[in-house]
């Protein structure tokens, strides 16, 4: 049992990893590139307007034609960059890492999720031995059942970040990371396998516990990213992640249950 356990994960979890980097090349990479740009001040979001009414001195001239267009007071001498007429300051989208740096972000990925998978399996041995069977569509429920424990419910107080965003000391959103997914782990266990009102009702407080706490929280909002560019990371990263866990549900149960994929 053991061994069957060990090698589903490692399989499932292996190639749920290789899709998983290959959704963050093709749909994250250029995003946290460009975002690390933004963060060595290769690029700048924007500056302070000048007061209305404001004089030129002699010899500097006004660009009356981004006047015009809502760019005055923006920088237009950014390194490597130019303002563009939302009065983002971009150069190019930057091309793919280095080669060590992309080894590492896939070998990453495939281990996390194998102990992703191993987790699962884990759920799927005890949901059998409770005479639960485990078949492709509950296969798909579990992993995003995953999803919403490790990253979705985490993500409603601790949203993934760009690089350069500041944020609450890392102990406190440790703890409370663990908290989370604990208690939406523990709160949807109890909805899909508890048997009568009084457990349902425990698992919808459990799942509302953390938020009702509440994450930690910056002293305030702040960042040198453009606020639309942490928005897309942020949506592209769950999005990513909740395809890999789906897939990763599907592919572990059919190798769970011995059927060809």
Same mark, same amino acid.
């Given at each position: 049992?053991?061994?069957?356990?060990?090698?589903?994960?490692? +399989?499932?979890?292996?190639?749920?990893?290789?899709?998983?980097?290959?959704?963050?090349?093709?749909?994250?990479?250029?995003?946290?590139?460009?975002?690390?740009?933004?963060?060595?001040?290769?690029?700048?979001?924007?500056?302070?307007?000048?007061?209305?009414?404001?004089?030129?001195?002699?010899?500097?001239?006004?660009?009356?034609?981004?006047?015009?267009?809502?760019?005055?007071?923006?920088?237009?001498?950014?390194?490597?960059?130019?303002?563009?007429?939302?009065?983002?300051?971009?150069?190019?989208?930057?091309?793919?890492?280095?080669?060590?740096?992309?080894?590492?972000?896939?070998?990453?990925? +495939?281990?996390?999720? +194998?102990?992703?998978?191993?987790?699962?399996?884990?759920?799927?041995?005890?949901?059998?031995?409770?005479? %639960?069977?485990?078949?492709?569509?509950?296969?798909?429920?579990?992993?995003?059942?995953?999803?919403?424990?490790?990253?979705?419910?985490?993500?409603?107080?601790?949203?993934?970040?760009?690089?350069?965003?500041?944020?609450?000391?890392?102990?406190?959103?440790? +703890?409370?990371?663990?908290?989370?997914?604990?208690?939406?782990?523990?709160?949807?266990?109890?909805?899909?396998?508890? %048997?009568?009102?009084?457990?349902?009702?425990?698992?919808?407080?459990?799942?509302?516990?953390?938020?009702?706490?509440?994450?930690?929280?910056?002293?305030?909002?702040?960042?040198?990213?453009?606020?639309?560019?942490?928005?897309?990371?942020?949506?592209?990263?769950?999005?990513?992640?909740?395809?890999?866990?789906?897939?990763?549900?599907?592919?572990?149960?059919?190798?769970?249950?011995?059927?060809?994929?």
């Amino acid at each position: 049992m053991f061994k069957r356990m060990f090698v589903s994960a490692v +399989v499932a979890g292996g190639v749920a990893g290789f899709l998983a980097a290959a959704l963050h090349f093709a749909f994250l990479q250029d995003r946290l590139l460009l975002a690390e740009q933004y963060e060595s001040g290769a690029l700048i979001h924007f500056q302070a307007a000048p007061a209305m009414g404001h004089d030129h001195a002699a010899g500097e001239s006004a660009d009356h034609d981004d006047a015009a267009n809502g760019e005055a007071g923006h920088d237009h001498s950014t390194p490597q960059g130019a303002v563009d007429g939302d009065g983002h300051s971009h150069s190019h989208e930057p091309s793919g890492g280095s080669l060590g740096r992309n080894g590492l972000t896939v070998m990453f990925d +495939v281990l996390v999720y +194998v102990g992703f998978a191993m987790l699962l399996i884990a759920g799927f041995g005890a949901a059998e031995a409770t005479g %639960r069977r485990i078949g492709a569509l509950e296969g798909i429920l579990w992993g995003l059942g995953g999803f919403a424990a490790i990253q979705l419910a985490p993500a409603m107080g601790l949203a993934p970040e760009l690089p350069g965003t500041p944020a609450a000391a890392l102990g406190a959103r440790q +703890v409370w990371w663990w908290m989370t997914v604990l208690c939406t782990a523990g709160g949807l266990g109890l909805l899909a396998y508890g %048997r009568g009102m009084a457990l349902a009702a425990a698992g919808v407080a459990l799942l509302a516990l953390p938020h009702l706490i509440g994450a930690p929280e910056a002293d305030g909002y702040a960042g040198v990213a453009p606020p639309e560019l942490a928005a897309e990371f942020a949506a592209r990263a769950l999005g990513i992640g909740a395809i890999a866990w789906a897939f990763l549900g599907w592919f572990a149960s059919r190798l769970w249950s011995d059927k060809p994929a």
